[in-house]
């Protein structure tokens, strides 16, 4: 069943260059940006905060549903997958607008029970000049409900960086992106209400990091397209992929957490 909302938002940020700057340090550069200095790709997930007060928080931490999402009646809310089209590229300090619309929530039963996957499309512009496209794609589930069972990654890259995202490094991209939701800040909340084994790295962070890799082996980037398969857990170690375009995240235990492609 597919339900549509013509539900659309608008947001303005000035793109502070401290915050990018922050960002970088963040990811282990001491990159410095001022303001006209083109933004690394994603890095717009930093801006555009949706700064709720606490009577408006959900009990994991993020903005209440039923405003511009939907309340679907299901409380555990996952990044499932994303697509971006880089028009131009985003500059630090220059004012930018935000539009969002939310293009469909189609819902679902699978084996883990209820789920309903709610699409948004944003689309920023700078200068009256569209820069990026982005289409989202959040998945809603029940209490209770399990993740995927995990399939094996590829062992067949040309390029493997190994990483590790310590609690510091989430706490500052949770910090960075005004990202409340608790499985990345809250162990207890992450093993007993929401089943993780730890505490669960940003999808954004590993779409971040794959799109870091893959800016390196092709330059500017024109299309990224990505989707989250199976959590990663804050201390574990992973493999950032890559292969013709191909790019995607090995879990320790050679588990598929994340697959995208780049071009």
């Known amino acids: 069943m597919t339900d549509q909302?013509?539900?659309?938002?608008?947001?303005?940020?000035?793109?502070?260059?401290?915050?990018a700057t922050a960002l970088a340090a963040t990811l282990g550069t001491s990159r410095t940006f001022a303001t006209g200095d083109p933004l690394p790709p994603f890095a717009h997930h930093i801006y555009f905060w949706d700064a709720q007060p606490p009577e408006m928080l959900g009990p994991d931490?993020?903005?209440?549903?039923?405003?511009?999402?939907?309340?679907?009646?299901?409380?555990?809310?996952?990044?499932?997958?994303?697509?971006?089209v880089f028009h131009r590229p985003l500059l630090a300090g220059i004012r930018a607008e935000r539009k969002s619309i939310i293009e469909n929530v189609t819902r679902k039963s699978g084996r883990s029970g209820p789920l309903a996957f709610v699409q948004i499309r944003h689309d920023i512009r700078q200068r009256n000049a569209l820069a990026l496209t982005e289409t989202q794609e959040l998945?809603?589930?029940?209490?209770?409900?399990?993740?995927?069972?995990?399939?094996?990654?590829?062992?067949?890259?040309?390029?493997?960086?190994?990483?590790?995202?310590?609690?510091?490094q989430l706490f500052r991209y949770s910090a960075l992106t005004f990202n409340g939701h608790r499985i990345h800040y809250d162990a207890d909340y992450a093993?007993?209400?929401?089943?993780?084994?730890?505490?669960?790295?940003?999808?954004?962070?590993?779409?971040h990091?794959?799109?870091?890799?893959?800016?390196?082996?092709?330059?500017?980037?024109?299309?990224?397209?990505?989707?989250a398969t199976?959590?990663?857990?804050?201390?574990?170690?992973?493999?950032?992929?890559?292969?013709d375009g191909d790019v995607w995240v090995r879990g320790a235990d050679g588990r598929l957490c994340m697959q995208a492609q780049a071009t």
Request: glycine share 10%; aromatic share 8%; proline share 10%.
């Open 191 to 207: 093993r007993n209400v929401e089943g993780y084994a730890g505490l669960v790295v940003h999808g954004p962070l590993l779409a």
């Open 230 to 243: 199976n959590p990663v857990i804050a201390g574990e170690t992973f493999a950032l992929c890559w292969r």
């Open 139 to 168: 998945v809603y589930r029940a209490d209770g409900t399990t993740p995927a069972a995990p399939v094996p990654a590829p062992t067949d890259e040309t390029v493997a960086v190994n990483h590790s995202c310590d609690t510091t």
């Open 209 to 227: 990091l794959l799109m870091g890799l893959a800016s390196r082996q092709l330059g500017n980037l024109a299309t990224f397209a990505y989707r």
């Open 5 to 19: 909302k013509p539900q659309i938002e608008n947001r303005q940020d000035p793109f502070d260059p401290a915050r």
């Open 61 to 84: 931490g993020h903005p209440a549903t039923g405003s511009f999402i939907p309340d679907l009646g299901l409380p555990r809310r996952m990044w499932a997958a994303g697509r971006l």
